[in-house]
């Protein structure tokens, strides 16, 4: 069947930024869309209350990721994040 109306340019969907470009029916998988924002600042919701956990995102294995948590007063990480994916609800990274 055919994809019509989705608003994505035909030949497939650009990535918006965060990776290569791909056809329709091949997509990047959740890990590698998570290793593009490696050093950017997140917030992944977590847990069945998806309480937020803001920091910058350091690494990404393939059932975790890592999250820094820096302090406000010296900008130094306070605190090591490591996170199972299967308990992460959703990741918010800015664009």
């Known amino acids: 069947m055919a994809d019509s109306g989705t608003g994505y340019p035909s030949g497939g969907y ?3 930024g965060l990776g290569g470009s791909y ?3 091949y997509g990047m998988t959740y890990t590698e869309r998570l290793k593009n924002s490696v050093g950017r600042n997140v ?3 977590v847990g ?3 309480t937020p956990v803001m920091g910058m995102l350091h ?10 948590r820096m302090s406000n007063m010296n900008n130094t990480v ?4 490591l996170i199972p994916m299967h308990a992460i609800m959703a990741v918010s990274a800015p664009m």
């Open 14 to 16: 650009s990535g918006g």
């Open 48 to 50: 069945e209350e998806s």
């Open 59 to 68: 690494d990404v294995g393939s059932d975790y990721v890592e999250v820094h």
């Open 78 to 81: 306070n605190e090591a994040m």
């Open 23 to 25: 056809g329709p029916g």
């Open 43 to 45: 917030t992944v919701y």
